[in-house]
T-cell receptor, first 114, second 115 residues
Framework: AQSVTQLGSHVSVSEGALVLLRCNYS??????LFWYVQYPNQGLQLLLK??????LVKGINGFEAEFKKSETSFHLTKPSAHMSDAAEYFC????????????FGKGTTLSVSS | EAGVAQSPRYKIIEKRQSVAFWCNPI?????LYWYQQILGQGPKLLIQ????????DSQLPKDRFSAERLKGVDSTLKIQPAKLEDSAVYLC?????????????FGPGTRLTVL
């Protein structure tokens, strides 16, 4: 069965610093991988996704993630953090194109200080 | 374009009471999802509809939870009777069609507290 592990429930960075949120997956078949962001009192919003093709995926708001099969990872990065990036971030995996049973990690809360 | 609408936004009930949540997806979206998000965890899919048919309800506790999407548009999720462990945010999402190539758009959620 597939699963997702997000390392670190809380990450704190200074404004302008590199953001790195870690996600490792477990899957017996090629996975489809997603990152979502959730701002307080709002629903989830898709940041980016990997399906096939290029392993470096660019998303909205300057975020990107790289699919590394050998490391079973899909870490999310942003070169320079903004205060507005403070939110909760979820990594998710699906193993079928139907997209059913999308499995989410427990989430990582990103805090950005000035 | 209007987003996914959910109501109520907050609900507090006593255990063993019943409660219902309503979701209106984005116009034209055939696929509708209900997720349960317990504090400190990621969302968990409860049920997925394609138009008015159920695609996946394998994680829906059918002894107490029910959901319907009678006309293939809006949907209702019901809990009867509620337990303490049902305290969570219930998220509704919709997509144009099923599949990973169709983005799921999420509503703001209904926060349920069971006392």
């Amino acid at each position: 069965a597939q699963s997702v592990t997000q390392l670190g429930s809380h990450v704190s960075v200074s404004e302008g610093a590199l953001v790195l949120l870690r996600c490792n997956y477990s899957s017996s078949v090629p996975p489809y991988l997603f990152w979502y962001v959730q701002y307080p009192n709002q629903g989830l919003q898709l940041l980016l996704k990997y399906t096939t093709g290029a392993t470096l995926v660019k998303g909205i708001n300057g975020f990107e993630a790289e699919f590394k099969k050998s490391e079973t990872s899909f870490h999310l990065t942003k070169p320079s953090a903004h205060m507005s990036d403070a939110a909760e971030y979820f990594c998710a995996v699906s193993v079928n194109q139907a997209g059913t049973a999308l499995i989410f990690g427990k989430g990582t809360t990103l805090s950005v200080s000035s | 374009e209007a987003g996914v609408a959910q109501s109520p936004r907050y609900k507090i009930i006593e255990k063993r009471q019943s409660v219902a949540f309503w979701c209106n997806p984005i116009s034209g979206h055939a696929t509708l999802y209900w997720y349960q998000q317990i504090l400190g965890q990621g969302p968990k899919l409860l049920i997925q509809f394609q138009n008015n048919g159920v695609v996946d309800d394998s994680q829906l506790p059918k002894d107490r939870f029910s959901a319907e999407r009678l006309k293939g548009v809006d949907s209702t999720l019901k809990i009867q009777p509620a337990k303490l462990e049902d305290s969570a945010v219930y998220l509704c999402a919709s997509s144009l069609r099923q599949g990973i190539y169709n983005e799921q758009f999420f509503g703001p959620g209904t926060r349920l507290t069971v006392l």
